[in-house]
């Protein structure tokens, strides 16, 4: 356990209303939002990011899924433009892509094309260096903010009593042989992603170890960038084309991103990974439930190689069931909760969780400890994009950590009826939206003014076998390239 005394020289004490300094472990979104809103109440805010950062717009190894599609979903995206005002213009400028989700999206849902119609529910299209690059010359321009690049994190740093203060770090360009410095901080906060040392860091400080849930359906994902044709070529900017699970497990997006590319990308659960070489690849796309995918990518022109990814399982950290949680601590972002990221949770996540900082911090400005209870407020943001990542990968035989249980069979029924009613239903299919883009919480859809529809719409006549609504539509280049 590494403790030092309260009165040690450098060292804040403990329970002081006065907020000098706050560490962030882990530059990546989640740590760059949450330096935004601790600009605003600490002295001194320094982030540590063990890689090295560049000033322009390229991966890193920290996030090795960075190459593939990433959803910044729409209150994600209108959180980020209140901390940051006029950033959506900015990513603009850089060629991020407006869209609007019920309308220029083909969406195939498991029980067919999801209606179109003009809607506010914005989003906006990019890759996910492009966004990191972005926030992370925002925050820098904050004159209380110090982001030291190729720092190593080994630990916390604990008083007598328990409570956090500060990390154990070294510089990486240093000697390697060199110690860890301690670095005081009134506040550490922890947004170190899926891949982190938590466990080990906890253990070193003393704090009991938290339950670590995991659920897996084996999903793994291919993506490669294509040139975007400079003419029309459908009335969709993006296309969605969902799994069936069980009866089928192989899904296929694409978007428009910046530098007049389409970002594609492959998913197969239960272990059918999408292949990493040119003919699989698109042998793969032209198995999908539409040949809408397939028949966009065919003649165009492959920009990138093939990348592929299969950390995709759903990993909670049960933090607020720690008994006692040590003081000047928190943990946020992937570091508490990574989901599935083919749903596109995370970043959204990671923003109301910022947000919840923010708003706890400005209430109770005048308090000792504002943050008391944190872990448990974010145990509850968590739930509902949580119920949804698993409750879907429930639905495919290879799943491992839990099985759907009678009423995990029952919401998937329901579901199913809420996804029929949207291929016709303009109201439902907006309500479902709204909940996949985390505007309402997921017990919107159990709402009585939705029950009555879906009950009412169960003896009208439904779709095909195959789950493909025969209504819709979508032309490329002339030709029909849906069911008609």
Not at 163 to 173: F, P, Q, T
Not at 384 to 407: K, M, Q
């Amino acid at each position: 356990m590494n403790c030092v005394s309260e009165a040690s020289s450098g060292w804040v004490r403990e329970h002081s209303s006065h907020r000098d300094r706050a560490i962030v472990v882990g530059g990546s979104l989640a740590g760059l939002l949450t330096a935004r809103v601790l600009s605003d109440h600490f002295a001194e805010v320094r982030l540590l990011e063990k890689d090295p950062l560049s000033d322009d717009v390229r991966p890193r190894p920290g996030v090795p899924q960075s190459q593939h599609l990433h959803a910044l979903l729409p209150r994600g995206l209108k959180i980020i433009e209140s901390f940051f005002p006029g950033i959506c213009e900015e990513l603009q400028s850089h060629g991020a892509i407006p869209l609007d989700v019920a309308d220029d999206v083909a969406w195939l849902t498991p029980q067919g094309w999801g209606v179109k119609f003009r809607s506010d529910l914005e989003a906006l299209s990019f890759t996910r260096d492009l966004l990191d690059f972005v926030v992370r010359r925002r925050v820098m321009t904050l004159n209380n903010v110090t982001l030291s690049h190729r720092w190593e994190v080994g630990g916390l740093v604990r008083s007598a009593s328990g409570s956090v203060l500060g990390v154990r770090a070294r510089e990486l360009n240093a000697d390697p042989r060199a110690p860890y410095l301690q670095i005081p901080s009134d506040l550490v906060v922890l947004a170190t992603g899926r891949l982190n040392a938590i466990s080990k860091w906890f253990d070193d400080a003393g704090i009991e170890q938290p339950r670590l849930t995991t659920i897996n359906a084996h999903i793994g994902y291919a993506s490669r960038m294509y040139r975007r044709p400079n003419h029309e070529v459908a009335d969709w900017k993006a296309i969605i084309l969902q799994a069936a699970p069980p009866a089928t497990h192989r899904s296929g997006l694409v978007f428009p991103v910046e530098g007049d590319r389409w970002l594609v990308t492959l998913i197969g659960a239960d272990r059918d990974y999408p292949p990493n070489d040119d003919a699989g690849f698109l042998e793969f796309a032209r198995s999908l439930p539409s040949p809408c995918l397939y028949e966009a990518i065919r003649d165009a022109e492959p920009l990138t190689p093939i990348r592929a990814y299969r950390a995709t399982d759903n990993r909670r950290l049960h933090l607020d069931r720690i008994r006692k949680w040590p003081d000047g601590l928190i943990v946020l972002g992937d570091a508490a909760c990574a989901f599935n990221p083919v749903y596109g949770q995370g970043m959204s996540t990671a923003a109301i969780e910022a947000s919840l900082l923010s708003t706890l911090l400005s209430a109770n400005g005048t308090f000792a400890n504002p943050l008391r209870g944190f872990q448990r407020r974010i145990a509850e943001i968590i739930k509902s994009p949580w119920t949804l990542a698993t409750s879907a990968d429930l639905r495919f035989r290879s799943v491992e950590g839990a099985r759907a249980n009678r009423r995990t069979r029952i919401m998937h029924w329901y579901v199913d009826r809420v996804l029929r009613l949207g291929t016709t239903n303009r109201w439902a299919r907006r309500r479902f939206l709204e909940v996949q883009g985390m505007l309402r919480d997921t017990s919107a859809i159990l709402k009585l003014d939705m029950i009555w529809r879906v009950l009412a719409s169960l003896g009208q006549r439904t779709n095909d076998s195959t789950g493909r609504n025969r209504s819709r539509t979508y032309a490329l280049s002339g030709a029909n390239i849906s069911s008609k």
